[in-house]
């Protein structure tokens, strides 16, 4: 996933087609390999031949990846024109469906059926639940942007609501308070992206 959002960067940097071309290459693993059209579902881990892992462990869905793969998949088509719509349509709404809170986070983990399996929620998630909202409501899809204002609402209520300025809180538990633990500095690029997003979509309406 980071290998794709990586060329497809590349690409918009230097317009050489062939970042986009091994792009593709990333493309065509997730049509055959990654995403499950049985089930709708993004899976996560694999066996070396690429074949989802047996038991729990293998029907594992994290709903923050639907989110992303949802924003990446709006940018490869952007780029090349692939017709991407109806795997954004299930990755979006099967991720909603199954990893939503009520309060508007994403759990961390839930199984290809929907039922719930790790119920605390990282901050990443919701980063990626605003990026995808906007790329979905860019393409027109009703009530996308007024979901993205909803988790803009969402992150700050849950995640940036700190008495430190500055700091953020990494993981909610299942009744979305804090969990103690670190701020790992790899959320700093989630919060960026995600206020990067918002700002183009804004500056571009």
């Known amino acids: ?13 230097s317009g050489e087609a062939k970042w ?6 990333i493309f065509s ?12 579902v993004l899976y996560e881990y694999f066996h070396q031949d690429l074949s989802p892992l047996s038991f729990a462990q293998g029907q594992a869905v994290e709903p923050g990846h639907h ?6 998949l709006r940018r490869y088509q952007m780029f090349s ?5 109806a795997y ?3 990755l979006y709404q099967r991720g909603i469906q199954f990893g939503q809170d009520r309060n508007g986070l994403l759990f961390d983990e839930v199984n290809h059926l929907g039922q719930v399996t790790k119920a605390s929620k990282r901050l990443w998630t919701v980063t990626e639940l605003i990026k995808a909202h906007l ?5 027109g899809r009703p009530g996308a942007e007024l979901a993205a204002a909803k988790a803009i609402n969402a992150l700050f209520e849950h995640h940036l609501n700190c008495p430190v300025p500055g700091l953020y809180i990494e993981r909610l538990d299942e009744h979305n308070q804090p969990l103690a633990q670190s701020a790992p ?5 989630h919060l960026m992206m995600a206020c990067v997003e918002a700002f183009s979509y804004c500056q571009n309406k």
């Open 20 to 25: 986009l071309a091994r792009a593709a290459e």
């Open 185 to 189: 500095a790899t959320s700093m690029y």
């Open 88 to 90: 954004c349509d299930t």
């Open 135 to 139: 790329a979905e409501a860019r393409m």
């Open 29 to 40: 693993l997730f049509e055959l390999k990654f995403f499950s059209h049985q089930h709708g």
């Open 81 to 85: 024109g692939a017709p991407v719509s």
């Open 67 to 72: 989110m992303e793969w949802v924003w990446l």
């Open 1 to 13: 996933m980071h290998l794709f959002e990586a060329l497809l960067a590349w690409y918009d940097a």
